[in-house]
């Protein structure tokens, strides 16, 4: 089935450092979406993607899909102690449920 | 806003027990899903349902099952609980199926099986 991959599990960054996950699909995705999990918390919606080479913005954070519609990019610029947590990717093609990648813990020292 | 409601935020059960977690969102959403989390493992998703009394198996619904009498409730089912089934347990519901299927999730519920 379709396989979603995160990377890196973990990432450490000093605060003002930029920070960026990748996410990698066995298929070709019809969008791919963000989330984000405060620790202690529950995922939160951030953005969806749908067309190909997208990118959009939001304050210091930039998504991207790639041109085949099967990797994505979420980059963070000057991170702050705001930004720590798990950010995810899911995505899906047609009518299937999302799948998710692992995530990837980001920590910010101050 | 959207409100994704679980029962319990925690619970301890014995091994052999059957366990029920509830989950109830009140936005009419046709789509309910139920994922558990563990650490390393990301979201695996259990089951889920498009629709009232509809239910459709996820990547790893061993040992689970569901319940959907209603639009709004969406229950998963632990017929005789297990100690590798201690994890974080969290439902979701959303509008749209496919594209656009933007996930509310609830607050989550941290199961320890004894």
């Known amino acids: 089935g379709q396989q979603v991959m995160q990377i890196p599990q973990y990432q450490h960054v000093q605060e003002g450092e930029d920070f960026t996950t990748y996410c990698n699909s066995s298929t070709t995705l019809s969008n791919i979406q963000w989330y984000k999990q405060r620790p202690g918390g529950h995922p939160v919606f951030l953005i969806q993607l749908v067309k190909s080479g997208e990118v959009k913005k939001q304050k210091r954070l930039t998504f991207q899909f790639g041109e085949a519609k099967k990797n994505s990019s979420l980059h963070i610029t000057a991170t702050q102690t705001t930004d720590v947590g798990t950010y995810f990717c899911a995505g899906n093609s047609g009518n299937t449920p999302l799948v998710f990648g692992k995530g990837t813990r980001l920590s910010v020292i101050a | 806003d959207v409100k994704v409601t679980q029962s319990s935020r925690y619970l301890v059960k014995r091994t052999g027990e059957k366990v029920f977690l509830e989950c109830v969102q009140d936005m009419d959403h046709e789509n309910m899903f139920w994922y558990r989390q563990d650490p390393g493992l990301g979201l695996r998703l259990i089951y889920f349902s498009y629709d009232v009394k509809m239910k459709e198996k996820g990547d790893i619904p061993e040992g689970y099952s569901v319940s959907r009498e209603k639009k709004e409730r969406f229950s998963l089912i632990l017929e005789s609980a297990s100690t590798n089934q201690t994890s974080m347990y969290l439902c979701?519901?959303?509008?749209?199926?496919?594209?656009?299927?933007?996930?509310?999730f609830g607050s989550g519920t941290q199961l320890s099986v004894l």
């Open positions: 979701a519901s959303s509008f749209n199926r496919g594209l656009g299927e933007k996930l509310f």
